[in-house]
């Protein structure tokens, strides 16, 4: 038995979705989301680490061997809380809704997509806060694209928020910066 949410919430979030989701009738909103999540696959964030390691050094592979360690953790929950909960996505639960873009796994909860984008924020960020201009849109994107896309409920989003947070913030509490 799927664990969802009560009625009235999940009525709520169900209209928020198909609101959403309407907005990819238009092409070049659907490309722009598809993109942004198709990026947030990890590509993005692998050319990130690359980039890193190239222009910072062993500076740049500490930060993204941190990223890495943390990606791991994040993949791991992420998987064990898509088996325990089995929450049904919202095209598959609603047929108003579209999936405009192929999901990667059958779940809905939580995110996977934001809790690594989250998670891969907060210890880049932490070495490089000069990069929040490029990383906090996009992270907000991919965030936001799991939704228009039809793939996520907003408490999927929101949920995966709140775990990629503690889970960046305990990942720097457990390795800290050298600096």
């Given at each position: 038995?799927?664990?969802?949410p009560p009625d009235g919430l999940l009525a709520r979030e169900t209209r928020w979705c198909r609101r959403a989701n309407h907005y990819c009738r238009r092409r070049r909103i659907r490309t722009l989301f598809a993109v942004i999540s198709r990026l947030g696959d990890g590509v993005f964030w692998y050319l990130l680490m690359a980039a890193l390691v190239l222009v910072?050094?062993?500076d740049g592979l500490r930060a993204s061997a941190h990223m890495a360690a943390t990606g791991v953790v994040a993949l791991t929950l992420y998987k064990v809380l898509k088996r325990w909960t089995r929450r049904p996505r919202p095209f598959a639960a609603d047929l108003r809704i579209r999936a405009w873009v192929a999901p990667l796994d059958e779940y809905s909860f939580p995110s996977g997509h934001t809790l690594h984008?989250?998670?891969?924020?907060?210890?880049?960020?932490a070495y490089y806060p000069w990069l929040a201009p490029v990383l906090l849109p996009f992270t907000a994107g991919v965030a936001l694209s799991r939704v228009v896309l039809g793939l996520h409920y907003p408490s999927d989003?929101?949920?995966?928020?709140?775990?990629?947070?503690l889970l960046g913030s305990a990942s720097l509490q457990l390795m800290p910066l050298p600096f």
């Open positions: 038995m799927p664990l969802l910072d050094g062993m984008a989250v998670s891969f924020s907060v210890v880049a960020l989003v929101l949920a995966a928020t709140g775990i990629a947070l």
